[in-house]
């Protein structure tokens, strides 16, 4: 069943699979922000990303010099998580290990999601615990899609990325055939804060960035008062993604990266990895602000 958070401002959708926030709209307008998942595009609206960011290489994850298949992004998306707490304002999701994680990722972990609305703004906590006897390891990303435009208002050229300070972005580029970072890079902004959005920019898949500075981004129009406010910590990394022409622009904030497409190591030897030791926990924030 499907968990609705209300406040006086905003009603939020969460699904039990994947723990994934469908719909987050406001009460005065019904103005919807996220990204419906027409399978015409893209069937996703909000994903957690775990135990990986992105994809690995030959699809598979080395451990202690066993391989063990895994798929883009993880496998927390496609599993149900359980509600362990809730309120009219709060949700609090917990995702364990269990025979079927520890067949593609031989770590036990609890991971837990907790959803909190208040008025127009949805705080998101991750937990990661280390429930295992030895040391586990893995990234974490989010991957929430916006409509856009929204609510229909204006066109794509209309939109830009506002950061919360001047940045200088690299993009790096990922392989179509395998998703994983070709090593080619282009700077696309430089001392600025604003990047201008365009369909043209995602031809060659998503754009990635490597440690930005902002804590904070924006998804703003020039010909209208609506946006989005993203706020995060413990997210070095960024990832802007549409699939090609669609009316969504996904913006993630991750702790984790793509292989590169020579990567060949253990897990523990990916770059951006979180090593956590029996006992510890890992946490990170995203908050998603409606105006």
Not at 67 to 73: A, I, K, R, T
Not at 140 to 151: K, S
Request: proline share 4%.
């Amino acid at each position: 069943m499907n968990k609705i958070l209300t406040s006086r401002l905003a009603e939020v959708e969460i699904k039990a699979v994947g723990a994934e926030v469908i719909s987050f709209k406001k009460l005065e307008d019904g103005c919807e922000y996220i990204w419906n998942g027409d399978p015409a595009y893209w069937t996703g609206h909000s994903p957690v990303l775990f135990p990986i960011v992105c994809a690995v290489n030959n699809g598979e994850i080395k451990v202690d010099g066993n391989s063990y298949n895994l798929g883009n992004h993880g496998f927390v998306r496609h599993d149900e998580f359980e509600l362990i707490e809730e309120s009219e304002t709060l949700a609090v999701y917990r995702h364990s290990y269990n025979e079927t994680t520890l067949a593609v990722y031989p770590y036990k972990f609890n991971l837990y999601i907790t959803y909190t609305l208040n008025a127009n703004k949805l705080e998101i906590n991750y937990k990661v615990e280390n429930v295992d006897d030895k040391d586990i390891f893995f990234q974490l990303g989010t991957h929430p899609a916006f409509n856009c435009p929204i609510d229909d208002q204006g066109q794509i050229q209309d939109y830009y990325l506002e950061f919360e300070q001047a940045e200088t972005l690299e993009r790096l580029f990922m392989n179509k055939s395998n998703l994983l970072i070709s090593g080619k890079s282009e700077t696309i902004l430089k001392d600025h804060n604003i990047l201008p959005l365009s369909h043209e920019m995602f031809h060659e898949g998503a754009l990635v960035f490597r440690n930005v500075n902002s804590q904070q981004v924006a998804l703003k129009s020039k010909q209208s008062a609506k946006s989005v406010v993203l706020s995060y910590e413990n997210f070095p990394n960024l990832g802007i993604w549409q699939f090609k022409d669609a009316p969504f622009i996904c913006i993630e904030p991750w702790h984790g990266i793509a292989d590169e497409d020579t990567f060949s190591g253990e897990l523990q030897d990916k770059e951006m990895i979180v090593r956590l030791s029996p006992g510890d926990r890992f946490i990170s924030s995203l908050s998603i602000e409606i105006n």
